[in-house]
C-alpha cells in the first residue's frame, strides 16, 4: 500500500496527554509526509474542518453521548473521512459509530501502530475510490467535460430557470463527420488525444456559464442559455463550424474534419429535456443529410431565416469595402419659425442585388457581428465631413445629428474615437448631435454618465431617440447632460384627435422643458400635427411632411426650392429620391 501524500489529519482528543502520545505514534507511523492538527472538542473540529482542509479525522469518543459529534461532522464535511476511537471493546457501540458515518471504529486497548496505519490508509484509499467513482458518474474521463448524465442535470437545472426568467435556450447537438475512420486509422490513443483538441476548440466558441458535454463517442452537446434569438444559436453554431474547419495536426501531419450541427431551441422546439435533446439530434441528422459541414434548426422555418441571414452577413461583409452604403439626410425644421435648422444622418445600403436597403434590415446584423463599429466611425465621419462641407460652400450651418448604436457607444475608445473624428474633419463640435437610446444608458449609468460628459465638454450634444419606447422616466435623465429628447413617431399618428397620445406627447413636452431639454418630434406627415405640436410648444419638428431622407446632392436641390418657394409649402411637393423610406 502506498504511502499517502501530505497528509493532514485532525484529531479530536479531549485527554491532553493521551492527544500528544497519539500524535507521536502518527509521526512515527508517516514520518516524512503528516501535519497533525488537534482540538479538545468537537465544536472545535467542526469549525476546523469547515474553514480548513483535512484528509482524515481521529475522533476520540468517550460514550454513546458524543455519536452526536460524528454524525455534526459527517453533515458538515462529508467527503473527509472519519475514524472513530473508543475505549473498551464494546461491539454496539461501535455498529452505531459507523452508522453515524465513521469510515472505521477503532478500540483503543487494542490499538497498536500496525492497526492505526493500516486502519488510515484503507480509510482513504476508500475515499477516493468513492470520488473516483462520483467523478466518472458525471464526467467524461477521456475529455473531462461532463458526460450525458451531468448533461441532462443541467439541462433539467436550466430550462427551470428558463421557464422563471421567461428566457430562451438552445440545445446544440454536435457530430463529427466520419469521425470512426479516424479511430480504426490511428488507434484509440490518438482518437482520444483528437477529441480533447476537439472539446478545447468548441468550448471557446461558447461562454463561460454554457454547458458543453461529451455524450458519447464522437457526439458533443451543448446548452445555450439565456440567448435572445435563435438567431445567436445560429452565430454559435457558424463559429464551431468555423474553428473545426482548421486543420487539426496529428503525428506531423494535417488532417481535416467536417461537422453537423442541430439546434432545437426552448421553447419553440420544445419545453422538456428529453423532447429537445430528440430534436436537436433529428435536426444533426438533417445536418447530415443536408450535405454536412453545416448546421440545422429542427424547426424549418428558423433554416430559412438563418440561410437568409448568413448570405446578408457576407454580403455585408463586403459592403464597406465596396462602397456600397450611402448616407441620406432627413432635415429638422424649427418649429416656430420653420426654417431648417439641421439634418439626420441615415444609414442606408446599396445592396446591388436590391438597390437600397433600409436600416432596420441590417442595423441588427451589423450590431450582432460587431461590423457596426466600423460602419458607425464611418457614418459619423461622412456625415461631419458633409457637414462641413454645406458649410464651406455656403450652404448654410445646420447642426448634424448621427444615431450611435449600444456596440458603439460601449466601445472603450468611444470618446477618443469621436473626439479624432471630430477634429480630422475640421467640424465645429457644438454642430454634432450624437442619437442615443434609453437603453444605452440604463445599462451601465455610471459608466455612460462618464463617456456622456468627456463629450460635453468639448461641445458634442447628445439627444435620446425614440424617446417613449423604452423606459421613459425623465427622472434618471437629470443626472445625464442631455441637449435633447425625440419623441418617437408611434405617438404621432393619432395626435392632435384628442386622444390619449396627446396627454402623452404633452406630458413629454413639457417634462423635457423642465429639465432644460429641446423636444424633437419625429414621423411629422401632416399640418395638423405640425400645428398640434408647436401650439404646445414642442421645439424641432422632423418627418416626411418637409421631406423624406434624401441624398447629399438632393439636399442641395431641396434648400434651393424650399427657399424659392417659401418655408412652409415646399416641403410636400418635393420628393427626395429615398427609396428606403416610407
Ligand atoms: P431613427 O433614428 O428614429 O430615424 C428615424 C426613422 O424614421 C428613419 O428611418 C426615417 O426615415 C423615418 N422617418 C422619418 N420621418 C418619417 C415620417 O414622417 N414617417 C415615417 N413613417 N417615418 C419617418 P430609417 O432611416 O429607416 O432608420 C431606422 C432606424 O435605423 C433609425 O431610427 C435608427 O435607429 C437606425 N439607423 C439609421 N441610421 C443609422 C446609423 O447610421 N447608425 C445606427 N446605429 N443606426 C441607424
Ligand atoms: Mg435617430
Ligand atoms: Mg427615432
Known sequence: MATPSGLRILLVEKDIAAADRLTATLKDIFPDCLTVNSVQWSGDALRFVQSETCSVVLMSLGGPREIDGVVALKAAAPGVPLIAIIAEDDESFALSVLKAGAQDCLYACQMGPQLLSRSIRYTLERAHA??????????????????RVLFRDRLEHALAQAQRKRARIAVVSIDLDHFKSVNDLLGHEIADRLLCDIAERIKGQIRRGDTLARMGGDEFMIILEDIRDFSDAANVAQKILDVMARAFVIQGEEMFLTTSIGIASYPASGIESTQLIKNADAALYAAKRSGRGCYRFYDPTMNEYADERLKTLTRLRHAISREEFVL???????ARSQSVIGFEALLRWNDPKRGLVSPGEFVGLLEDTGLIIEVGNWVLRTAC??????????????????NVSARQFRQRDFVGTVALIVQD????????????????????MTAAAAKLRALHTIGVRFSIDDFGTGYSSLNYLKRFPLYAIKVDRSFMENISEGRDEDAIVNAIISLGHSLRMKVVAEGVETEAQIRFLAENGCDCLQG?????????????KWLQNRTAEGDKSAG???????????
Open 572 to 582: 410636400l411637393r418635393f420628393l427626395g429620391r429615398d427609396a428606403a423610406a416610407g
Open 130 to 147: 468513492q470520488e473516483q467513482i462520483a467523478y466518472l458518474a458525471q464526467y467524461d474521463a477521456v475529455t473531462g467535460l461532463p458526460n
Open 425 to 444: 474633419t475640421g467640424m465645429d463640435p457644438h454642430d454634432l448631435q450624437l442619437e442615443i437610446t434609453e437603453s444605452l444608458l440604463i445599462d451601465n
Open 385 to 402: 465631413e458633409q457637414q462641413k462641407l454645406w458649410k464651406e460652400i455656403g450652404l448654410g450651418s445646420f447642426k448634424m445629428a448621427v
Open 544 to 556: 416626411y411632411y418637409y421631406a423624406t431622407p434624401m441624398a447629399a446632392a438632393d439636399v442641395e
Open 328 to 334: 441620406h439626410y432627413q432635415p429638422v425644421v424649427d
